[in-house]
């Protein structure tokens, strides 16, 4: 049906209420439906009680629908509202064995709760709930987070005191405005940023958060400005002879940037830095971690991909666990869903969760992928499915590969050098079985057979492929021109580790651009690049110039100004016309982006045929481009419950030890732990992320009659006591496994 929003001169009233007050913010958005002479406000709908969503999303007034709306408008018609004495009260108390009924705008102005979630309750004035604060709570004024005015410390309907911090109050008009602008996704504590505690109790006391973005997010352009980087040497004897804001990229005169602040930056030989991987603090941020305690700041920082990690054993180092702040795994999307419009079925728990859940948040909580709105959703499982495909084939290629070992020196700190001597000795070949001795690492005396350090070896390649002089562009990026590279055939050699890592159980690259991409499957003779393809600024400022030249004397100004370059691309040719533009700017991108880079692309697909990568590229398209073209999804509670397989013996309870299982990785989903789910999968199989090809062998999980957990890496077996209660479970799972990762990071 046809959805109008057109309003007379004369403001129709709502259906509901009676009102003609256009006011969102209160009682959400006013509709008119001209054909059907309907006006409603959309919370007078949300709240009545008698009216469900019977139909789809499209259909009425977001599911509910006309012939509904029109029955509840009768019902509504013989109750009089206790507050204004008129007809039309279509909201009631749910209180047991109360009467009241209302008005939505007269439950407002009589601080009635309404709640925006589950089976949308209303309380009247009598029956609300209210914060409970302790007796000896101290009474007083403190600021509202929000609009930073005075605000009682008193229990009352205008004031909300956080759930999550003592000393937080707000003003209940700033909360609400706050969670209209900022959605389900970003409404959360302005003190501590708690968002599933804080949102279930605003949620609670009548706060709607509607189910969007933020406001913030959906402004055009509203970013524009971070995208400058920093790039300036601020040490104080420079060595640089060309100044301090030169800055050549892949070379000791590449500027790095404090990676606590970014607004301080210094040249890697000014700071004595070996390679750009290194870390780097500015002296302001040096001395604010001092001062606060935090002197040794290194133990904070991310896990540095360069940094060699234990992967041969399976002991637990064992010691009493400091007091610690949980911290959020990178994966954590965990939060309340809202339902609006209301919903008559309840929703169904994943079927990966076990755990007895409270009887009010039964409904609401889940794993994470649930929380994600429909499209997300999709979008992840399309994804997933297709990752899913890739693994299948990556191991039929694996088929390939013989038990013949060749073993790999590799120096961690060196890696492409040590790489590249590798894979370019004589009894190397793609179809051995490789392994890696990383000779560089004082914890490695022998050997590593296992996977992890096959996976280690090709995670470090990988990044500095990445960021090696053979590609260019900012995070999806293209073949660079690099003579003396292609002189030294190493776009071949680049090709090559990428098909070896990703038949032998190593990540994908990740980064390459869709232009790329296209080029390798499909020819570069079809590929038709973009403006965002073009790394050089100056080159992408010419075509700039070009593309938005608005007059003819412009553009022939222009190509002028260019024509040396323009000759040398081979594109200059006389312009007569202002919509000749567009075919110059599309000789000169095919020109930069392709033509200049084909002798770089074909000695890289010869290297991309290694173990017959390159032709399953071709025929699977959109597998491949799942796991070329994009990295990998951050790991979920319900990623990490489908990965590993339990097994147990015939006198362990298996559903208890599963229900710990999956309650301790929700906890560590939704930051309720001091490890993430990374350091899981690393201490598990010594892999930080799960391979395109998947393990092997599979990850599962054993349940025994031992007193702590073990990781043994050479099986992907993760071994776990069995416990009596679950909070035994837990710390003993995160005092081993962070005493542990602890230890090998050190």
């Known amino acids: 049906m046809s959805k109008k929003n057109n309003f007379d001169i004369q403001s129709p009233f709502c259906v509901l209420c009676g009102r003609t007050d256009d006011c969102p913010e209160k009682y959400g958005e006013k509709r008119t439906y001209v054909e059907y002479n309907l006006t409603v406000h959309y919370y007078c709908l949300l709240m009545s009680s008698g009216i469900w969503q019977r139909g789809e999303e499209d259909e009425g007034v977001d599911g509910f629908l006309i012939m509904d709306i029109r029955k509840e408008v009768n019902r509504a018609a013989k109750l009089k509202c206790n507050i204004c004495k008129k007809k039309g009260a279509s909201i009631g108390c749910v209180a047991p064995k109360c009467k009241r009924s209302y008005h939505f705008p007269c439950g407002i102005q009589k601080e009635c709760i309404f709640?925006?979630?589950?089976?949308?309750?209303?309380?009247?004035?009598?029956?609300?709930?209210?914060?409970?604060?302790?007796?000896?709570?101290?009474?007083?004024?403190?600021?509202?987070?929000?609009?930073?005015?005075?605000?009682?410390?008193?229990?009352?309907?205008?004031?909300l005191k956080s759930p999550c911090c003592k000393n937080a109050w707000f003003h209940r008009e700033c909360l609400q405005y706050q969670a209209l602008s900022a959605g389900i996704f970003f409404f959360r504590c302005t003190v501590c940023n708690n968002k599933d505690k804080f949102q279930k109790e605003m949620l609670?006391?009548?706060?709607?958060?509607?189910?969007?973005?933020?406001?913030?997010?959906?402004?055009?352009?509203?970013?524009?400005?971070?995208?400058?980087?920093?790039?300036h040497c601020d040490i104080k004897r420079c060595l640089c002879k060309k100044g301090r804001d030169y800055n050549e990229p892949d070379s000791k005169w590449e500027i790095k940037r404090c990676q606590c602040c970014g607004s301080r930056g210094t040249h890697l030989a000014c700071s004595s830095m070996k390679?750009?991987?290194?870390?780097?603090?500015?002296?302001?941020?040096?001395?604010?971690?001092?001062?606060?305690?935090?002197?040794?700041?290194?133990?904070?920082?991310k896990r540095s991909l360069a940094i060699c990690e234990k992967t041969d054993g399976t002991t637990c180092l064992l010691e009493e666990p400091s007091p610690k702040c949980p911290r959020q795994?990178?994966?954590?999307?965990r939060n309340f869903l809202l339902q609006s419009p209301k919903i008559m079925c309840q929703n169904n728990l994943s079927p990966c969760s076990h755990l007895e859940l409270p009887a009010s948040n039964r409904v609401t909580m889940s794993l994470s992928p649930l929380m994600s709105n429909r499209n997300g959703s999709l979008r992840k499982k399309h994804l997933r499915k297709q990752r899913m495909e890739a693994s299948n084939i990556l191991k039929e290629l694996k088929l390939q590969v013989n038990t013949k070992t060749t073993r790999l020196n590799i120096n961690a700190e060196n890696i492409w050098n040590s790489a590249l001597k590798g894979f370019r000795q004589?009894?190397?070949?793609?179809?051995?079985?490789?392994?890696?001795?990383?000779?560089?690492?004082?914890?490695?005396?022998?050997?590593?057979?296992?996977?992890?350090?096959?996976?280690?070896?090709?995670?470090?390649?990988?990044?500095?492929?990445?960021n090696s002089s053979l590609f260019e562009g900012s995070s999806a990026k293209n073949l660079s021109l690099d003579f003396q590279a292609v002189k030294e055939n190493l776009y071949f050699e680049a090709g090559k580790m990428i098909a070896v890592s990703l038949v032998h159980g190593g990540p994908s690259p990740g980064f390459f651009s869709k232009t790329l991409f296209s080029c390798l499957v499909y020819g570069p003779e079809n590929v038709k690049p973009a403006l965002e393809d073009v790394a050089d600024v100056d080159v992408a400022q010419t075509i700039k110039m070009i593309k938005y030249a608005n007059s003819l004397s412009s553009l022939q100004s222009t190509i002028h100004d260019c024509c040396e370059f323009l000759a040398a691309a081979g594109c200059?040719?006389?312009?007569?016309?202002?919509?000749?533009?567009?075919?110059?700017?599309?000789?000169?991108?095919?020109?930069?982006?392709?033509?200049?880079?084909?002798?770089?692309?074909?000695?890289?697909?010869?290297?991309?045929?290694?173990l017959g990568v390159l032709e399953k590229m071709q025929m699977h398209p959109d597998v491949f481009s799942s796991i070329l073209c994009h990295?990998?999804?951050?790991?979920?509670?319900?990623?990490?419950?489908?990965?590993?397989?339990?097994?147990?013996?015939?006198?362990?309870?298996?559903?208890?030890?599963?229900?710990?299982?999956?309650?301790?990785?929700?906890?560590?989903?939704?930051?309720?732990?001091v490890v993430t789910l990374e350091d899981i999968l690393l201490f598990a199989t010594g892999s930080y992320s799960i391979p395109p090809i998947?393990?092997?062998p599979e990850p599962m999980i054993k349940f025994l009659h031992i007193r702590y957990p073990i990781g043994n890496r050479l099986l992907n077996c993760l071994e776990l006591p069995i416990t009596k209660t679950y909070e035994q479970f837990k710390n003993k799972m995160e005092f081993t496994i962070r005493n542990t990762l602890r230890v090998e990071r050190e």
């Open 115 to 159: 709640q925006f979630m589950e089976d949308f309750r209303s309380y009247c004035w009598e029956h609300k709930p209210v914060q409970k604060f302790p007796d000896q709570e101290s009474r007083g004024t403190s600021q509202c987070t929000i609009c930073l005015d005075l605000v009682e410390q008193l229990p009352m309907y205008t004031v």
């Open 204 to 231: 609670r006391m009548g706060i709607h958060i509607p189910e969007k973005d933020a406001s913030w997010e959906l402004e055009e352009n509203a970013y524009q400005d971070l995208l400058q980087c920093y790039q």
């Open 275 to 301: 390679s750009w991987e290194q870390n780097w603090e500015c002296m302001e941020c040096r001395s604010i971690f001092a001062k606060s305690g935090k002197g040794n700041y290194s133990k904070q920082k």
């Open 329 to 333: 795994s990178p994966g954590s999307q």
């Open 426 to 466: 004589r009894n190397f070949s793609p179809t051995n079985t490789i392994e890696i001795k990383f000779t560089n690492c004082k914890n490695r005396s022998k050997t590593d057979t296992s996977a992890a350090s096959k996976h280690r070896f090709f995670q470090l390649l990988m990044l500095h492929l990445q």
């Open 572 to 610: 200059l040719r006389p312009i007569t016309a202002l919509g000749d533009k567009d075919m110059l700017v599309n000789d000169i991108l095919i020109h930069h982006v392709i033509k200049r880079t084909i002798s770089p692309l074909e000695s890289f697909r010869q290297g991309l045929k290694t």
């Open 631 to 673: 990295k990998p999804e951050r790991l979920s509670a319900e990623t990490i419950c489908d990965l590993f397989t339990i097994h147990s013996s015939s006198d362990v309870n298996k559903v208890e030890g599963a229900d710990f299982w999956m309650g301790y990785l929700q906890d560590v989903e939704s930051g309720e732990s």
């Open 694 to 696: 998947g393990f092997d």
